[in-house]
């Protein structure tokens, strides 16, 4: 999964989009190194950050959409929104989406992935029991569920939740992990974002030999190459 934000303000600035051009020249790069999903979002969501107004989240990712599905209509899209009425405008006019909700998500939010039975993406914040408490939300169709890293508390609490990420397992869900160029991997190492390409590439593959099916990433080349080595140590060459 592809990152691809319309934001002036995501912590990774290589990530932002500033226009509809770019959006597609990145998309096309993307798919060309291996990206099977392309994920837009909107409102940047790093710590510290002041969300985007609604209406400036939608003046965002709509333009990038639509151009998305004009020039690209057969790559699927992920939609990384933690709003339920910017999720039901944009699968009402761009069709079926991805959505990437990293609040963990309310019963309006779970009513619009109902609805459309649209995939949904299911950020536990680090509570690896979550799915267990809410049943009928895990027995969704399309579920996938992501630990939350980057969100759960600290760095001490991401690392804890990646030691027992192998739990999800039992749910028999996908499993996306995203944990590209963020905090837990810089802080520890004294670096910043532009510099954690191969700490991210790291602990992605610990994550796929932890049960990760889906890897939200910034630098879709490289995560490429490890899936592609992981697959060779699972003597799938």
Known sequence: MAIGNVTPDSFYAASRLADTDRVVAW?????????????????????????????DEWARVAPALAALRETMPDIPLSLDTFRPEIAQRAIEQFGPMTINDISGGDEAMYEVVRAFKVPYIWTLRGDLELPKKKPQLCALDGLILDPGFGFIGSTEADYACMREMDRLKEYGKPILVG?????????????????????????????????????RTHDVKETAQIVRLSECLMCNV
Request: with cysteine; hydrophobic share 40%; proline share 6%.
């Open 179 to 215: 944990v590209s160029r963020k905090s837990m991997l810089w802080r520890p190492l004294g670096l910043r974002p532009e510099n954690c390409l191969s700490a991210t590439q790291a602990l992605q593959l610990y994550a796929i030999e932890h049960g990760a099916t889906i890897l």
């Open 27 to 55: 998309a096309r790069s993307a798919v060309a190194d291996g990206a099977d999903i392309l994920d837009i979002g909107g409102c940047s969501t790093r710590p510290g950050s002041t969300p985007a107004s609604e209406e």
